[in-house]
């Protein structure tokens, strides 16, 4: 049964720095592309990220190009989200999701709030 | 403002028909596979129709999905109150090189 369950969340000023990590288990993790989406609270969902099987190809959406960067430990089947100099705007739950596209299963999600 | 346009709520009575439109473009439905997520108040989406009009293991046939041209639409029959929840259609758009989804609609079951 595939399992992504994502950590790092909190409370965060606005222009700081937060990881959120995805660890996954269920399936080759080695073998898939991995997704980042969000939702904002009572907003729809936002895709922001994925990367490839080897983590050798990245893809980011407008809004997070330049701030966000996603990477991914095959040893561990873990997947990273690095988010610098976050903004208000960036307050969301952030999902970890199995595959580019369609994203196929979901985490949980983790709650990211930027404010001061 | 979403590029995938849906209608924001809908409702309908257990045991009818409803149907939840989705309203794209050229660069998106209109040449790429359309996909359906359910989420339930506080939990994660879970996909419930890809490529267009399939369903995953453990969907009922209650659920089915079609588009033309531009438009998509999740058809779900046999209402029942457990299917009240939000649904996202999705597609990946060629303009931006990327996945959109739609605003989501409100289902209730009356």
């Known amino acids: 049964e595939v399992h992504l369950l994502e950590s790092g969340g909190g409370l965060i000023q606005p222009g700081g720095s937060l990881r959120l990590s995805c660890a996954a288990s269920?399936?080759?993790?080695?073998?898939?592309?991995m997704s980042w989406v969000r939702q904002a609270p009572g907003k729809g969902l936002e895709w922001l990220s994925a990367?490839?099987?080897?983590?050798?190809?990245?893809y980011y959406a407008d809004a997070v190009k330049g701030r966000f960067t996603i990477s991914r430990d095959n040893s561990k089947n873990t997947l990273y989200l690095q988010m610098n100099n976050l903004r208000v705007d960036d307050t969301a739950v952030y999902y970890c999701?199995?595959?580019?596209?369609?994203?196929?299963?979901w985490g949980q999600g983790t709650l990211v709030t930027v404010s001061s | 403002q979403s590029v995938l346009t849906q209608p924001p709520s809908a409702s309908a009575t257990p045991g009818q028909r409803v149907s939840i439109s989705c309203s794209g473009s050229?660069?998106?439905?209109?040449?790429?596979?359309v996909h359906w997520y359910q989420q339930f108040s506080g939990t994660a989406p879970k996909l419930l129709i890809y490529?267009?009009?399939q369903r995953p293991s453990g969907v009922p046939d209650r659920f089915s999905a079609s588009k033309s041209a531009t438009s998509a639409s999740l058809a779900i029959s046999g209402l029942r109150s457990e299917d009240e929840a939000d649904y996202y259609c999705?597609?990946?758009?060629?303009?931006?090189?990327?996945?959109?989804f739609g605003g989501g609609t409100k289902l209730t079951v009356l």
């Open positions: 999705a597609a990946w758009d060629d303009s931006v090189s990327g996945p959109l």
């Open positions: 050229s660069s998106n439905i209109g040449s790429n596979y």
């Open positions: 490529n267009t009009d």
């Open positions: 999701g199995k595959d580019h596209w369609p994203v196929d299963y």
């Open positions: 269920g399936f080759t993790f080695s073998t898939f592309a």
């Open positions: 990367t490839t099987g080897s983590g050798g190809s990245t």
